[in-house]
Every structure is written in structure tokens, then in C-alpha cells.
């Protein structure tokens, strides 16, 4: 069995056994625990789920979307079969209808929000993830630092700006990164600040693996460790089901090994790795995985 398929239940059992129900703006209760912490090492174990069926393919095109394409319209995804924002997409008209818990004489209250974003920022997810990550330049930014000034102890980015947090749909979940160079390696800190588990966790952690992965081999680097930091790691309870039935699945059906992740040795430019539908240049091979397991989105 993966390393990372023992340290994701052990996960999930902690919060069901250890967890709180609260209230939130979805009008889904959630079990959370308030932080946690996770550690892989890519040389020794490439992370991607085999107790359910991961669709990497999604995840990898979401992260190329975010940092290579640095879009934030939906439609790229779209084109692309990916539909994982749907949900947050702002209509033709520029306004973004969900029914949530408002928060009215301090107390949660269930009803329509309509936001109106402009029509300039129809068909986008507003000034979030992939915007951010254009305004500032950051992807550039990161590369040429790490093959000109490797020992720099400023390498962050970070998709938490104030001055946009109104005007995009949803916040980045996933909110920031920091690098370093260690020994010919590239290492990262992953800091999410709200982390849906069943649904959310698994597709952000090999979507960053394959990212310093990506980043080292142009870099002239080896991939080295992920540690990834997490606030308010929760299971909706409508999840509460599905996250049993992938630990009954890792209890009693036994090992599975890691997948292993490929990528053309030839693309030396970030910007080259092929993000048609078809990921060229980028592929994960031999995963055997335990079959899908379906988790309703909160809104």
C-alpha cells in the first residue's frame, strides 16, 4: 500500500473520531479538526491515491490551468473535458447565483446569495487562483529565481491578496507555496487554509507533486519533499459514507502499489509541457486503484 493512501486514512479516521460538527456558509455541516500536517518525500514515492480512483487528469490540467495557462476562465477547462469549477462559474450576465448560510444577526441563515461580478468577468471564477498568479507574474517569477539565485529565501508565492479576495468567487483554497533548494533538490510548503478531504485534498496534493516536479526538471533539479500544512480539515457529512467505505476498502483489500509519474525528458521550458486534453508530456503510470467513489460538492 502507498504511503500517502496510510497517511490519508489515518486522516480521515482522526476526524471522524476526533472531529467537531459545525455550521458553515455551504448550509452542509462539516466535521473538522483544526489543522494538520503531511509530508511526502517524491523521491521515494510519488502521491496519488489507489484506495479510490483518482482523475489526474483533471487534477494536472486544473494545476496547468492555474500556473502555466494562468487563467481563471472556466471555459479553458471546459475545452479541455474538465468541468471541476463549474459550480463557481459567473454567468453570461456577470452574476454568480448559490444557495448558502449567510450570517445575519449572528446567526447562519440558509438563502439565495446572488453576486454580480461584472460582465467583464463572465465565464471566470473572478479574481482568483490563476489571475492572481498572472497579475503578479508569479510563476515566472519563481522559475528564474530558482536557476539564478537558488539559495534565496524568498521563493513564496502567495494566491492571498486582499485587494482581490472581494471580487473573486472563491478564495483560494490552496493559498500559498514556499521553495527552497536543498542538496540539487527542490523542496515546497504547502499552506491550505480550508481543505475539503474526500474530494479537495486528494486532487491539491498530486496536483503539487506533479507542479515541483514540473518546476524541477526545467529548473535542472530533482523533485525532493512536499509538507503540507493544513487549517479546518473537514469531511462534509453528506461524505460521511464514502470516506467509510474507502477505509473499509483499504482495511480489507489489500496493497496497492504508488503509480509512478512520467515526464518528457526532452521539455526544458514550463511552458512547453503540452495542456491540450490529452497531457502529452505528462503521465502517470501503473496505477491500479480500488475504483471510483462518488462525494457530492458543497457550494
Given at each position: ?11 480521515c479516521?482522526i476526524?471522524?473520531?476526533e ?36 482523475y ?11 500556473y ?7 471555459r ?23 444557495t ?5 444577526d ?34 515566472d ?18 494566491l ?17 507555496t ?36 514540473l ?24 461524505q ?8 473499509e ?51
Amino acid at each position: 500500500m502507498s504511503k500517502w493512501d496510510k497517511d490519508y486514512i489515518k486522516l480521515c479516521k482522526i476526524i471522524l473520531s476526533e472531529g467537531k460538527k459545525v455550521e458553515n456558509r455551504t448550509g452542509i455541516n462539516t466535521i473538522k479538526i483544526p489543522s494538520y500536517h503531511l509530508h511526502f518525500d517524491l523521491q521515494d514515492e510519488f502521491p496519488c491515491l489507489t484506495t479510490k480512483q483518482l482523475y489526474f487528469r483533471q487534477a494536472i490540467l486544473e494545476m496547468l490551468w492555474i500556473y502555466q495557462a494562468k487563467s481563471n476562465d472556466v471555459r479553458w477547462l471546459q475545452e479541455r473535458n474538465v468541468h471541476i469549477w463549474d459550480e463557481w462559474e459567473i454567468n453570461e450576465d456577470g452574476k454568480w447565483i448559490a444557495t448558502q448560510n449567510v450570517l445575519e444577526d449572528g446567526k447562519l441563515v440558509k438563502k439565495e446569495v446572488v453576486k454580480d461580478f461584472g460582465k467583464d468577468m463572465a465565464h471566470t471564477i473572478g479574481t482568483a487562483y490563476g489571475f492572481i498568479v498572472n497579475k503578479f507574474n508569479f510563476t515566472d517569477k519563481i522559475i528564474n529565481t530558482i536557476k539564478n539565485n537558488p539559495t534565496d529565501r524568498r521563493l513564496v508565492i502567495s494566491l492571498w491578496q486582499d485587494d482581490y479576495l472581494a471580487t473573486a468567487v472563491l478564495p483560494s483554497c490552496v493559498w500559498s507555496t514556499e521553495w527552497d533548494v536543498t542538496d540539487g533538490k527542490i523542496n515546497m510548503w504547502v499552506h491550505q487554509r480550508s481543505c475539503d478531504v474526500p474530494l479537495g485534498l486528494p486532487f491539491n496534493v498530486t496536483q503539487y507533486a506533479v507542479l515541483l516536479s514540473l518546476v524541477a526538471q526545467v529548473c535542472g533539479l530533482k523533485p525532493g519533499t512536499i509538507d503540507y500544512s493544513i487549517k479546518d480539515a473537514h469531511i462534509y457529512v453528506n461524505q460521511v459514507d464514502g470516506i467509510k467505505e474507502q477505509i473499509e476498502r483499504f482495511e480489507s483489500n489489500g496493497d496497492l502499489p504508488a503509480p509512478e509519474l512520467w515526464l518528457n525528458p526532452e521539455i526544458n521550458d514550463f511552458y512547453k509541457f503540452d495542456n491540450s486534453k490529452d497531457l502529452k508530456d505528462i503521465k502517470i503510470k501503473n496505477y491500479k486503484h480500488m475504483g471510483p467513489i462518488r462525494f457530492p460538492i458543497a457550494q
